[in-house]
Every structure is written in structure tokens, then in C-alpha cells.
């Protein structure tokens, strides 16, 4: 009873801490929205990396295609697509309240599911590959769309789309984006929790540790495949809508399809925190955000030989993460362990 | 129709030019425990294998409740009730035993809307029962690759008793096992079948298991059926002492 007594406690605390940490570091409020972004990616591309066994680098494609797809139907609420986008046109957009949030909240609805969709369609293609082969085969996909897209005026080209400013206080618009973050980052890892209790999270980590064995005894590996990717896709596409509306401007290779950032960046979370637990991504999410932030802030010109140099210590010395390191030190902490019958039957009693 | 549950007809299987298995006919009969027996490299696992739909045949034709499965791909044949064991034991080695017991549920009768539901009190209770069963329920807490190998295989075992087959197809049940335990492991398979009905097919090199337990028996050697019968009368046949001698 203690037991889920602390946790409850711990629980509120944390609650606490989400709702209030913007309020007490007001300077932080973009860089701790950045964070949730980053343990949002992190978090959904466990899904699939760390619980399936599939280690995608294409993630990315869905946040870009969720920017496109949510600046697209936002504006198309209010505005001819075609016309808004052309860089000759010159012409003045104003937004009303009414439209600016109706646009987000559908432009956003119509991310994810576009996205969900898409990793359906691309699952069917890629899925066939595995292991490294998988992960080549998504970079492509992610590299070729922003290509794609970029070259594509009526979504702007290679200028990418400027939407409208938040418009109220921006202060408060900073504010407005964090919370938005952090209600979908609360969402996902509470998804993850109850997902990973399922029977389906039991059948994707058997697709993981043998999918051949999987197949043989008869589990739908490919279905729930799908439907793994498909709900990772979900999430990211609807993170991608909401960067759209907090950067105001966005392009095709640097900012949507940012294969060699964001898209690395959620992997490296992932293997700093722990592959395959639910804690890891976020835990890992954490240390990389501040790793980031100290090495952008106090060793500039240096930040890309550090994040090198930790990708490489990572992969070779600590490849199963922080939680990983912990289940081999401290296996009683995970309930690994030698029950005896008798203590068993006392217990149930 | 038919009391005979799978019926192979003519099966010939060649891995370029060696010949694994040519024209090998026989039946399994619903209910009964069917034993393959034969030398190494006679094509024993390559007829597991073509059964399970693991690879397709050259010619003839397999029937699982007479519909014709030698077509099919691996999952869709399991999803039909037909299930395998490996003679290289395979569990879900990162998982503890109830995880791999749980696991091993019978997916294929589920919907989606059941796969996203927890598993039920009944679900850990015949896990439990079934690991109690095999003899692992003191360590089923342990993660599954740290057991010895003969555990492991009982594992395997169980998670296939889970997965409530019609048939079960096991390659080598008692290989690598304590000899100890293989009397326990005699005893479990045959309640597997009486008890829980499971039409057993069993390879097995082990001939004072095989002739225990099977009732109809059938012999193999360099990929040609070489003799079947009664137990009795396979172990008696003088072709097939000479194949376990080599003079064949």
C-alpha cells in the first residue's frame, strides 16, 4: 500500500513541478518547451526502436510532413493555399483569434492522422527490411521528402511557410507553447505506460527479441507493426503541428525534415537514457537537453565535436543507457528475482 | 472427414543439389502422438520444416485438416492451430518466464480491441499453472535466458501449451536434457495430449523415449521414408537397426 501511496505522491510532485517550472524559470520557457519536444520524439521513437526492435532514422519525416500538413489546413480555414504561399504575391494575411486557434487545433487533429496514415503506407513498403537495412530505408524516405517538398512551390518551395504570430502577448505565447508540449509529452509517456501493459506491448517486444519465433507461433507480426509505427506517427505529426505554429516560419531541410538533427538527436536520447523502458527516453531526453544547452552555450565552435564525442562514448561503453546499466546493477530493483512457492501461496492468501 | 489431422503426400524437398526429402508420404492421426525417427541428416527437421511452411516444397502436397497448407506462409499455417517447436530452442530471452508465458497467449483468436486490453487473472493463473506444470515456477520471476538449456526447452514446451495448439510438432523435446528429468518429460507429454487433447508429432532421437510414448512410428534415412509401424515393429525392422548402424 505505501507503495502506490509514494507513487501517488511522487506523481503529484512531478505534476507540480510540470505546471509550475515556467512560471518560476520564465527564461527557460522556450528551451523547457524544447525539451518536451525532444522527450516527445524520444518517447515515440522507442515505440518502435527501443520496444519493436526497428530502429528508424526517418521519425523526422512525420514531424516535417506534421509541420506541412498543419500550416496547409490552417491556412486553407482562412485562405487560398496557393495564393498565400507565392513568394511574388506580396499580399497581407490577418488571422482573427478565431481563426488562428481553429486553424492549429484542426491543422494539428489533421497532422497526426495524416501522419498515422502515412507510416501505414510506408510500413507497408519498409517494413520487409530489417535491421540496419530498416534504418536506411527510413533516412531515405526522410531525406527524399524534404527534397520533395522543397521543391514544391505550392507549399512554398524551399522558402517553407511563415504562419501567423501568436496573437496575444508573446511572453504569454511562450507560455502557451510550453504547455502545449507539455500536455502532448504527458499524453504520449501516459500512452506508453497503459501501451506497454497490453497484450500488444508484450507481442511488439516478442517482434523485438525474435521475430521469426513470433511468427511461428502464430502473432500478426506485420499488423502490429503497423499499428505500433502508425501511433508513434501520431504523436510526432501533432509535435510537428505545434513547432510549426510555435517557430512561425519553417523550411523544407533545416527546420522540417532536419534528418542530422532532431532526427539524430531522438535517437541519441533514446540510447543515453535506456532503449526499450519507459523511463529512458525521458530520463535520457533530460541529460542530452542540458548536455545541448552547455556545450551550445559554453563551448561554441566545439558543440558538434562534444555531441560527437558523446555519441561515441554512448554506443561503446554504455549501449544499454542509464537504465540499462541500472537492470544489470540493481536487478531487484525491476523484480528480477527468485520467488519461492511457499512466500507465493502465502501471499495469496 | 479423415482421423489423420495432416496428411503429406509425395512431399520431395532438394537444397540445390542434395536431396533432403524424396516422395515422403505419411499421416498423423488426430489424437495420437506420431514419432519421426532416423540418423542425422536423413530429413527429419527438413519435413518439420516444409509442414510449418519454413520453405516451399518442390512437389507433393500437404494437408492440415484437409485443406492444403503447402502454400502458406509460417504464421498463416500457426494461426491454423499448427505450431512448432525449434530443435535450437528459441524464448524470448530478454523476457522472464511469465512475460514468455504470456506472451505465447493464443494472439491468433484475439482482436485488436483484446490485444490492447491487460492480461486477465486467468491468463497468469494458467501461466502459472503451466509453469508449475513444467517445474519452473520457482524461477519465473528470472529473466528466461539465464535458465540452463534443458530449462529453456521446458519453457519452450510450455509456452507451446499456452498457445493451445491443435497440433504440436516438437523437434528433439529431450535433447539436452538432464536424463533425470526426461522420465518427468515422457510423463508431461503424454498428459499434454490426454489431458489437454494436443494431437502430438515428435522427432526424437532418443529411442527408448520415442518407442514410450508414440504410437505410430515412422523412420527416415537419407530423405526417403525407410519403414513405419507400430513402435514394436520399427524398432524389430532390420533396415532400420542397419540405418542406426550405418550399413544403410
Known amino acids: ?349 | 472427414m479423415s482421423e489423420h489431422i495432416i496428411q503429406v503426400s509425395d512431399v520431395s524437398k532438394s537444397y540445390g543439389g542434395v536431396v533432403a526429402n524424396k516422395d515422403i508420404s505419411l499421416s498423423v492421426r488426430k489424437g495420437g502422438i506420431t514419432g519421426l525417427i532416423g540418423p542425422n541428416g536423413s530429413g527429419k527437421t527438413t519435413l518439420f520444416n516444409s509442414i510449418v511452411g519454413y520453405h516451399p516444397i518442390d512437389d507433393g502436397s500437404i494437408k492440415f485438416e484437409d485443406k492444403e497448407i503447402s502454400r502458406l506462409p509460417v504464421p498463416e499455417i500457426a494461426r491454423l492451430g499448427l505450431l512448432r517447436t525449434f530443435q535450437q530452442t528459441r524464448i524470448f530471452s530478454a523476457m522472464n518466464c511469465v512475460e514468455n508465458m504470456l506472451i505465447s497467449l493464443p494472439h491468433r483468436k484475439m482482436t485488436i480491441m483484446q490485444m490492447l486490453a491487460q492480461n486477465s487473472k486467468a491468463d497468469h493463473d494458467r501461466a502459472a499453472q503451466l509453469l508449475d506444470f513444467v517445474g519452473l515456477y520457482e524461477k519465473r520471476l528470472l529473466r528466461s535466458g539465464s535458465l540452463s538449456f534443458g530449462q529453456q526447452k521446458l519453457l519452450e514446451f510450455a509456452m507451446a501449451l499456452m498457445n493451445e495448439p491443435t497440433v504440436l510438432l516438437l523437434d528433439e523435446p529431450t535433447a539436452g536434457i538432464n536424463p533425470t528429468l526426461i522420465n518427468g518429460l515422457i510423463d508431461r507429454l503424454k498428459r499434454a495430449n490426454s489431458e489437454f487433447g494436443i494431437t502430438l508429432f515428435i522427432i526424437e532421437h532418443n529411442m527408448r523415449v520415442i518407442m514410450n510414448m508414440a504410437d505410430t512410428i515412422y523412420c527416415l534415412a537419407h530423405g526417403e521414408m525407410l519403414a513405419s509401424g507400430a513402435p514394436e515393429d520399427v524398432q524389430n525392422d532390420q533396415r532400420v537397426i542397419d540405418a542406426y548402424l550405418g550399413a544403410h
Not at chain 1, 31 to 59: F, H, P, R
Not at chain 1, 134 to 146: K, R
Not at chain 1, 160 to 176: N, R, T
Open chain 1, 1 to 349: 500500500m505505501t507503495g502506490t501511496g509514494n507513487k501517488i505522491v511522487s506523481y503529484i510532485t512531478l505534476a507540480l513541478f510540470i505546471i509550475l517550472a515556467p512560471l518560476l524559470f520564465p527564461d527557460y520557457r522556450t528551451s523547457l518547451a524544447a525539451l518536451w519536444l525532444l522527450i516527445i520524439v524520444a518517447l515515440t521513437w522507442d515505440m518502435t526502436g527501443g520496444q519493436m526492435g526497428y530502429n528508424s532514422l526517418g521519425n523526422i519525416f512525420f514531424y516535417g510532413t506534421g509541420m506541412y500538413v498543419a500550416a496547409v489546413v490552417g491556412i486553407s480555414l482562412a485562405y487560398d493555399v496557393a495564393d498565400y504561399t507565392n513568394a511574388a504575391g506580396g499580399g497581407i494575411y490577418k488571422f482573427t483569434d478565431a481563426q488562428y486557434f481553429t486553424g492549429m487545433l484542426v491543422g494539428s487533429l489533421a497532422a497526426g492522422l495524416f501522419c498515422a496514415v502515412s507510416a501505414l503506407i510506408l510500413g507497408w513498403l519498409l517494413f520487409g527490411l530489417r535491421g540496419p537495412y530498416f534504418a536506411i530505408g527510413t533516412l531515405g524516405v526522410a531525406i527524399a521528402a524534404g527534397e520533395l517538398v522543397s521543391n514544391w512551390d505550392w507549399v512554398g518551395g524551399g522558402q517553407g511557410i511563415a504562419l501567423p504570430v501568436y496573437p496575444y502577448d508573446l511572453d504569454q505565447g511562450k507560455l502557451f507553447f510550453y504547455y502545449l508540449f507539455a500536455g502532448l509529452g504527458v499524453a504520449v509517456f501516459a500512452f506508453c505506460a497503459w501501451l506497454y501493459n497490453t497484450r500488444f506491448g508484450a507481442a511488439i517486444n516478442a517482434i523485438r527479441d525474435d521475430e521469426e519465433k513470433a511468427e511461428a507461433m502464430g502473432i500478426h507480426t506485420l499488423r502490429y507493426k503497423l499499428i505500433a509505427w502508425s501511433m508513434a506517427a501520431f504523436f510526432v505529426g501533432v509535435a510537428g503541428a505545434f513547432s510549426a505554429f510555435q517557430l512561425i516560419h519553417f523550411e523544407p531541410l533545416e527546420t522540417a525534415y532536419q534528418t542530422i538533427n532532431l532526427g539524430i538527436f531522438m535517437v541519441v536520447c533514446v540510447l543515453l537514457g535506456g532503449k526499450g523502458t519507459l523511463w529512458g527516453p525521458v530520463i535520457g531526453a533530460i541529460m542530452f537537453h542540458v548536455f545541448k544547452e552547455v556545450t551550445w552555450t559554453y563551448f561554441l565552435g566545439w558543440q558538434w565535436v562534444a555531441l560527437g564525442a558523446l555519441i561515441v562514448v554512448t554506443v561503446v561503453y554504455f549501449q544499454d543507457g542509464l537504465m540499462g546499466w541500472l537492470k544489470t546493477r540493481r536487478p531487484e530493483w525491476f523484480g528480477i528475482r527468485v520467488e519461492q512457492k511457499a512466500a507465493i501461496a502465502e501471499a495469496a492468501e
